[in-house]
């Protein structure tokens, strides 16, 4: 049988060429797929305003494959990315850091997708002082490996800890690379980010000479299955990322599941949010559980799951899944925990029962791109960004404002003391 034959346009053949970062070339010599810098997607989302585009934790293969068939009808530019707890050294999925670069390549690759994704290391988490000797040797593996972005996620520390952390490890980052930036952790209405603490994270790394992509706030999403209290506070969203326009940095929104479509559009027309997580809504849906409009998954009046009879996988291997979840105590959001052990079975599934779950997902995610996230048709302006550029890396948004010798180490120790902030409580809130 003869190979696919795809007809790629010039200016996708000059991209190709000239966007794909140092690490993709050289792991991919011969592709043709358009793996770019996160900057390339921030940048695609800012020219055509008011817009956001996902940012999909590809938890098993089949969202991979869902989410890129998503982007190509949409002609938008995405992210594909994995959480350091989903993906890192102690995962609990079988895609991870190290494999999702070559995993989105290959689907790519067998589908002609045409449209730029940039391959993001989300909540790269920093839980204690300790963790940033092993991140020095563990975060240049994995743009070994494919990564093109990443998220230094600090936000569990103190406000002066997360400063200093990030401080240290930007050096690790290449300087083509999407970088995000977070205060706060994402935990609803607990620990709320306020402009204040914002602004200390950004004035304090752009006095180092860093100027972050994006910044993720606990703007009153949680991440999982259950609808949060409060929900995203676009105003206080829009009221943080006015104060920081200066500094021209982007918005990064996690936990947009258990938000409804007008406040996921407010984000995008209102504020300068260009990424929005997307986690546990594409791993239901790719299993074929039901969801509401909000993508979170219904429960029935026992407190189970709903398996839909036609969708996802098939009903024999859900009971095995259930019977595994119940057997190891698995409830709620912890059903993620079965990412890893069904990988393998998922994929052993007929080609007819692993079309439909990627067809699951793609539907959701194009319906996101294109109704609600306002990310229809910047492929183009993606594309045009790196040919106007003549090169892969497009350089920081934002300049130098803040003065170093206002931000050594005892002064931004000094600054933080005076911060009033409301961390919230501990948890597991790293996806």
Same mark, same amino acid.
């Given at each position: +049988?003869?190979?696919? *034959?795809?007809?790629?346009?010039?200016?996708?053949?000059?991209?190709?060429?000239?966007?794909?970062?140092?690490?993709?070339?050289?792991?991919?010599?011969?592709?043709?797929?358009?793996?770019?810098?996160?900057?390339?997607?921030?940048?695609?989302?800012?020219?055509?305003?008011?817009?956001? %585009?996902?940012?999909?934790?590809?938890?098993?293969?089949?969202?991979?494959? #869902?989410?890129?068939?998503?982007?190509?009808?949409?002609?938008?530019?995405?992210?594909?990315?994995?959480?350091?707890?989903?993906? =890192?050294?102690?995962?609990?999925?079988?895609?991870?850091?190290?494999? /999702?670069?070559?995993?989105?390549?290959?689907?790519?690759?067998?589908?002609?997708?045409?449209?730029?994704?940039?391959?993001?290391?989300?909540?790269?988490?920093?839980?204690?002082?300790?963790?940033?000797?092993?991140?020095?040797?563990?975060?240049?593996?994995?743009?070994?490996? =494919?990564?093109?972005?990443?998220?230094?996620?600090?936000?569990?520390?103190?406000?002066?800890?997360?400063?200093?952390?990030?401080?240290?490890?930007?050096?690790?980052?290449?300087?083509?690379?999407?970088?995000?930036?977070?205060?706060?952790?994402?935990?609803?209405?607990?620990?709320?980010?306020?402009?204040?603490?914002?602004?200390? /994270?950004?004035?304090?790394?752009?006095?180092?000479?860093?100027?972050?992509?994006?910044?993720?706030?606990?703007?009153?999403?949680?991440?999982?299955? @259950? *609808?949060?209290?409060?929900?995203?506070?676009?105003?206080?969203?829009? @009221?943080?990322?006015?104060?920081?326009?200066?500094?021209?940095?982007?918005?990064?929104?996690?936990?947009?599941?258990?938000?409804?479509?007008?406040?996921?559009?407010?984000?995008?027309?209102?504020?300068?949010?260009? *990424?929005?997580?997307?986690?546990?809504? $594409?791993?239901?849906?790719?299993?074929?559980?039901?969801?509401?409009?909000? #993508?979170?998954?219904?429960?029935?009046?026992?407190?189970?799951?709903?398996?839909? @009879?036609?969708?996802?996988?098939? =009903?024999?291997?859900?009971?095995?899944?259930?019977?595994?979840?119940?057997?190891?105590?698995?409830?709620?959001?912890?059903?993620?925990?079965?990412?890893?052990?069904?990988?393998?079975?998922?994929?052993?599934?007929?080609?007819?029962?692993?079309?439909?779950?990627?067809? =699951?997902?793609?539907?959701?995610?194009?319906? $996101?791109?294109?109704?609600?996230?306002?990310?229809?048709? %910047?492929?183009?302006?993606? +594309?045009?960004?790196?040919? *106007?550029?003549?090169?892969?890396?497009?350089?920081?948004?934002?300049?130098?404002?803040?003065?170093?010798?206002?931000?050594?180490?005892?002064?931004?120790?000094?600054?933080?003391?005076?911060? @009033?902030?409301?961390?919230?409580?501990?948890?597991?809130?790293?996806?």
């Amino acid at each position: +049988m003869s190979a696919k *034959k795809f007809n790629y346009s010039d200016d996708f053949l000059k991209a190709i060429e000239i966007g794909r970062p140092p690490n993709i070339k050289r792991l991919f010599p011969n592709s043709k797929a358009l793996i770019v810098s996160g900057k390339v997607i921030d940048r695609a989302m800012l020219a055509k305003g008011r817009s956001m %585009t996902i940012a999909a934790n590809a938890r098993n293969h089949i969202i991979v494959r #869902g989410v890129l068939a998503a982007a190509q009808r949409a002609n938008a530019a995405v992210i594909i990315e994995i959480a350091r707890s989903e993906g =890192g050294a102690n995962a609990y999925c079988a895609t991870n850091y190290w494999n /999702l670069a070559r995993q989105v390549d290959a689907v790519a690759n067998e589908l002609g997708i045409t449209v730029p994704v940039a391959i993001h290391a989300d909540h790269y988490g920093i839980k204690k002082e300790s963790d940033i000797g092993p991140a020095k040797v563990e975060i240049p593996t994995i743009f070994d490996a =494919g990564m093109t972005s990443i998220a230094i996620d600090a936000s569990h520390l103190p406000d002066d800890k997360n400063l200093l952390a990030n401080i240290e490890l930007f050096p690790l980052i290449p300087e083509w690379a999407g970088y995000e930036t977070e205060v706060g952790e994402i935990k609803g209405k607990e620990g709320l980010s306020t402009v204040e603490e914002a602004l200390f /994270l950004i004035k304090g790394l752009n006095a180092h000479g860093i100027f972050p992509d994006w910044i993720a706030l606990n703007n009153g999403t949680t991440h999982g299955i @259950e *609808k949060s209290s409060q929900g995203i506070q676009v105003d206080l969203t829009a @009221e943080i990322h006015e104060a920081l326009r200066p500094y021209k940095v982007s918005g990064a929104q996690h936990g947009t599941s258990g938000n409804n479509s007008e406040r996921l559009r407010a984000i995008a027309e209102k504020t300068r949010t260009t *990424k929005a997580n997307v986690a546990t809504a $594409l791993q239901m849906i790719s299993w074929g559980v039901k969801v509401d409009e909000f #993508g979170n998954a219904v429960m029935d009046d026992n407190g189970e799951f709903i398996k839909i @009879e036609d969708q996802g996988v098939t =009903g024999e291997l859900w009971t095995e899944m259930t019977e595994y979840a119940k057997a190891h105590g698995l409830k709620g959001g912890n059903y993620k925990k079965l990412n890893l052990p069904f990988e393998n079975k998922i994929m052993g599934q007929p080609r007819q029962i692993r079309e439909r779950m990627a067809r =699951g997902v793609e539907e959701f995610v194009y319906a $996101l791109l294109v109704n609600v996230f306002n990310a229809k048709d %910047t492929a183009p302006l993606a +594309m045009d960004i790196i040919l *106007k550029a003549g090169s892969y890396d497009l350089g920081p948004k934002g300049g130098k404002i803040e003065e170093i010798n206002d931000w050594t180490p005892e002064r931004i120790r000094e600054k933080a003391s005076l911060i @009033e902030s409301d961390k919230g409580p501990h948890g597991d809130f790293d996806d």
